[in-house]
């Protein structure tokens, strides 16, 4: 019984190891997806702050006044969103892979430890 909980404490080591090193990216694809959109919507205020600040400066709203500043803030609102997206559904899909991965483990650890067990009572 020692011994099995010995090969027990180590495949759970090595268990937790592989979990760890599997998501420890995953931290990368979280801030990407959080700060994106985030990004994407500083960048649209931006451009509407410079927008009215054309409007103060030429007194006049005119087509050319307001269409580079609304040009830059819909710039920057889908390149957010252009990055925001796919690193989305990628996180996702890894996600749920590792999962995958962590559950198979898991039960491939139980069956080998209880393999062990059940030969070393048939020995």
């Known amino acids: 019984p020692a011994n099995l909980e010995v090969i027990k404490a180590?495949?759970?080591?090595?268990?937790?190891n592989e979990s760890h090193r599997m998501n420890r990216?995953?931290?990368?694809?979280?801030?990407a997806v959080s700060?994106?959109?985030f990004l994407g919507l500083l960048g649209?205020?931006?451009?509407?702050m410079i927008t009215f600040g054309a409007i103060a400066l030429a007194g006049d709203v005119n087509v050319n006044t307001i269409a580079p500043?609304?040009?830059?803030a819909l710039a920057t609102t889908v390149a957010g969103l252009i990055v925001a997206i796919p690193?989305?559904?990628g996180y996702n899909y890894l996600a749920t892979?590792?999962?995958e991965l962590t559950m198979a483990m898991?039960?491939?650890a139980n069956e080998l430890v209880g393999r062990l067990a059940a030969a070393r009572i048939a020995a």
Do not use: Y
């Open 25 to 31: 990216s995953m931290v990368l694809l979280t801030l």
């Open 35 to 37: 700060a994106a959109p």
């Open 69 to 72: 500043g609304v040009a830059a």
């Open 97 to 99: 892979k590792i999962r």
């Open 10 to 16: 180590s495949i759970d080591t090595n268990f937790v």
């Open 106 to 108: 898991e039960v491939f």
């Open 87 to 89: 690193v989305m559904f």
């Open 44 to 48: 649209t205020v931006v451009g509407i």
